[in-house]
């Protein structure tokens, strides 16, 4: 009697789990798709806030990693397993996310428009090949935040390409902090609304702590998959949340610069029509 009360009050206990951590995801993620979008759309249509191509691209990879995660809402927390065309398309599409947002934060500092496309498609329809090949290996998680293939070189391809990417963020972060610091009476007279040659220091901040976090993805990842060793189709809260809380912080570091927080206060009303079509910074400027 007692063993069975126990393992009702568990089971109650991990669907109530359940359930908060997908609350938790859904909301980190659609907060991280509007802050995304809004800044995205904001910098689009204002004739006051400049930005390159780099950045458009960027922003955009952001907002759609949210989307990808959000495909399965209405099918998170129901008894039955997802379709199975749309779990095998979320999960490739999960997979080519983290690469193709991070060699986008790459292309802010190169003129590498096509790669973060390149990339993400090549890991998408790897990911598409090997979920039909293995459609049994295309299973929603048991926290049922999203669909992943479990058993899968998946999870290697996404991690290795990640790291890939910001280890080339790292080396050319590098060599603009050296650039700056021999140059540090231009950076002095810097105006961020200009255009010049240089990169600014507040680029290199932002791009420099967001490039940390798919390095902290992946080690929590490698942790929560050494932990759940014995159970390879589960993964832990902590790796859902923070995977989930990427987007917000993109959308946060890149897309509230001062110029944007000032067509956002509409208390102050500007003398010319914000919205216009302007022309883009040349590639390679932000």
């Known amino acids: 009697m007692f063993d069975s009360e126990i393992t009702a009050g568990s089971s109650a206990g991990a669907n109530a789990m359940t359930t908060g951590v997908v609350i938790a995801c859904d909301v980190l993620l659609t907060s991280g798709f509007f802050v995304s979008t809004a800044g995205l759309l904001t910098a689009g249509l204002s004739k006051r806030v400049l930005r390159s191509s780099q950045w458009f691209i960027f922003m955009a990879f952001a907002s759609w990693w949210s989307i990808q995660y959000l495909l399965l809402v209405g099918n998170q927390l129901t008894g039955d397993s997802p379709p199975h065309a749309l779990c095998l398309v979320q999960s490739a599409s999960v997979y080519a996310a983290a690469p193709g947002t991070a060699f986008a934060l790459l292309a802010l500092f190169h003129q590498l428009i096509a ?36 058993g899968t070189v998946m999870e290697i391809v996404e991690a290795g390409a990640v790291l890939l990417a910001c280890i080339g963020i790292f080396i050319l972060e590098g060599l603009i902090i050296v650039k700056i610091w021999k140059n540090l009476r231009r950076i002095r007279n810097f105006n961020r609304t200009s255009v010049t040659r240089h990169f600014s220091l507040s680029l290199v901040i932002r791009a420099s702590a967001f490039s940390l976090l798919p390095i902290a993805a992946i080690i929590v990842s490698a942790v929560s998959m050494v932990r759940s060793s014995k159970d ?23 897309g509230t610069q001062k110029d944007i927080i000032e067509i956002w206060a509409v208390w102050k009303t500007p003398t010319t029509p914000w919205f216009r079509n302007k022309e883009r910074l040349p590639d390679g400027k932000v």
Do not use: K, W
């Open 232 to 254: 390879e189709r589960t993964s832990t809260p902590a790796v859902n949340i923070f995977l989930s809380s990427i987007p917000l912080f993109a959308g946060l570091l890149f």
């Open 115 to 150: 790669i973060p496309f390149m990339i993400y498609i090549g890991v998408f329809v790897m990911g598409i090949t090997l979920g039909i090949l293995h459609p049994a290996q295309v299973v929603r998680d048991e926290l049922r935040v999203s669909c992943h293939m479990f």
